[in-house]
C-alpha cells in the first residue's frame, strides 16, 4: 500500500512564504505523477499544481500567478510545495496525490494515492 505524508503546513502572515513536503513510502516513487490539492474550509477541493511521471511536464492553477513551485526528489522519494507571497485565501488543506504513470493531470480522479493533509493558515 502506497502511502503519502505531508507535513510543512502551519500559520503564515501575509506576504510570507512556506515549503510543504509530501514523503511517499513505498513504490517506484520516480513512476508516479505527483500533484498538490488544497481544500478550503466549506469548498470543494482543488487542484493547485502537478507533475507528470516523466518529471517532464510541470502545470500549475492559472490564479496562483507564478507564486508556487512544484518539485520532487525522486531519490528522496518525496515531492514539495514552494509557496510565496501568501495570501489568506491560500488557506486550506493541502494534500498530495499520486498516480502510477501518470500525467500532469488536474482531476481528483486522475489520482489513486492519497496523503491525509496538512493545514495552511495565511493571517491578513
Known amino acids: 500500500q502506497v502511502q503519502l505524508v505531508e507535513s510543512g503546513g502551519g500559520l503564515v502572515q501575509a506576504g510570507g512564504s512556506l515549503r510543504l513536503s509530501c514523503a511517499v513510502s513505498?513504490?517506484?516513487?520516480?513512476?508516479?505523477?505527483v500533484a498538490w490539492f488544497r481544500q478550503a474550509p466549506g469548498k470543494e477541493r482543488e487542484w493547485v499544481a502537478a507533475?507528470?511521471?516523466?518529471?517532464?511536464?510541470?502545470v500549475y492553477r492559472d490564479s496562483l500567478e507564478g507564486r508556487f513551485t512544484v518539485s520532487r526528489d525522486n531519490a528522496q522519494k518525496t515531492m514539495y510545495l514552494q509557496m510565496n507571497s501568501l495570501r489568506p485565501e491560500d488557506t486550506a488543506a493541502y494534500f498530495c496525490?499520486?498516480?502510477?504513470?501518470?500525467?500532469?493531470?488536474?482531476?481528483?480522479?486522475?489520482?489513486?494515492?492519497w496523503g491525509q493533509g496538512t493545514q495552511v493558515t495565511v493571517s491578513s
Open positions: 496525490a499520486a498516480e502510477p504513470f501518470g500525467g500532469a493531470n488536474t482531476r481528483r480522479d486522475d489520482f489513486a494515492f
Open positions: 513505498s513504490g517506484t516513487f520516480s513512476r508516479y505523477a
Open positions: 507533475i507528470g511521471w516523466s518529471g517532464g511536464t510541470t
